[in-house]
């Protein structure tokens, strides 16, 4: 069955670390991949997207994601991660072919001690 | 910016009652994306509408029926109740349903409780 994976359901960081969320999906056809982020109490908010082009794409508050296509990948990083980066990450990928609903990972909940 | 509103935030409802959840897309929006997420999981989409008509179909139960108004904003109801339909629901919309590329943006969720 087409899937998305996260590796990693729970990462606990010291501020100024750095951070890698794995996200891995299954789908063998053209895909749009998506970083969505939902911080306490809050809704889905998004942090990046890949459509085409550069592989490595930026996002807001200095995380950016590269697509290795040969390894069907799309790993969320961060040089240094704040205290206010304490939230639930969560990758998602549109199959082209299957119309423009998400289908997201299980979810990575980091929490950054300060 | 405006965003998407859902109503009500909080619903609780008895097994077998039924729920009619509201969303509004940020304006100009014409596509709208109803998703479950369960206690621990991540977001499982439902049902999407564009222009008004059933664009892509997920993992909705029978016992769920949804649509789009000439305003654009959708409900979803939901009827029969089980405990297992305890989950926040997310509203997403979009400006266009034929893009792919476009951005869902998400509402804050309708979270229901069934007693």
């Known amino acids: 069955a087409q899937s998305v994976s996260q590796h990693n359901h729970h990462v606990i960081l010291s501020e100024a670390a750095s951070l890698e969320l794995g996200c891995n999906y299954s789908?063998?056809?053209?895909?749009?991949l998506f970083w969505y982020v939902q911080y306490p109490g809050q809704h889905l908010q998004l942090l990046l997207k890949?459509?085409?082009?550069?592989?490595l794409v930026k996002g807001i508050k200095g995380f950016e994601a590269e697509f290795i296509k040969s390894k069907f990948s799309f790993n969320l990083r961060k040089p240094s991660v704040q205290w206010s980066d304490t939230a639930e990450y969560f990758c998602a990928v549109i199959l082209l072919e299957a119309g423009n609903m998400l289908t997201f990972g299980g979810g990575t909940r980091l929490m950054v001690k300060p | 910016a405006a965003g998407v509103i859902q109503s009500p935030r909080h619903l609780i409802k008895e097994k077998r009652e039924t729920a009619t959840l509201k969303c509004y897309p940020i304006p100009r929006h014409d596509t709208v994306y109803w998703y479950q997420q369960g206690p621990g999981q991540d977001p499982q989409f439902l049902i999407s509408f564009y222009e008004k008509m059933q664009s892509d179909k997920g993992s909705i139960p029978d016992r769920f029926s949804a649509q789009q108004f000439s305003d654009y904003h959708s409900e979803l109801n939901m009827s029969s109740l089980e405990l297992g339909d305890s989950a926040l629901y997310f509203c997403a919309s979009s400006l266009s349903g034929t893009r792919s590329t476009d951005t869902q943006y998400f509402g804050p969720g309708t979270r229901l409780t069934v007693l």
């Open positions: 890949y459509f085409s082009g550069d592989p």
């Open positions: 789908y063998g056809g053209t895909v749009n």
